[in-house]
């Protein structure tokens, strides 16, 4: 069975950027994930989705 799945992560962040929107855009041009597949799930594709705030 091939499906979907959404991972939420929840990170805590202190700034020197002036507002969260570049904090948001720096942490997504440099972030890493390791997720490894387990005995019943192989991991086929895995990327970041770009959140978009109002500005």
């Keep these: 069975m091939y499906d979907t799945i959404f991972l939420l ?16 855009t720096e942490i997504q041009q440099r972030a890493t994930c390791t997720i ?9 594709e895995l990327k970041f989705m770009d959140y978009k705030l109002k500005v």
Excluded at 9 to 24: M, N, R, S
Excluded at 36 to 44: A, E, L, Q, R
Aim: no cysteine; aromatic share 0%; hydrophobic share 30%.
């Design 36 to 44: 490894t597949d387990t005995k019943k799930v192989k991991i086929k």
């Design 9 to 24: 992560v929840k990170a805590t962040i202190q700034t020197t950027h002036k507002t969260a929107h570049e904090a948001i």
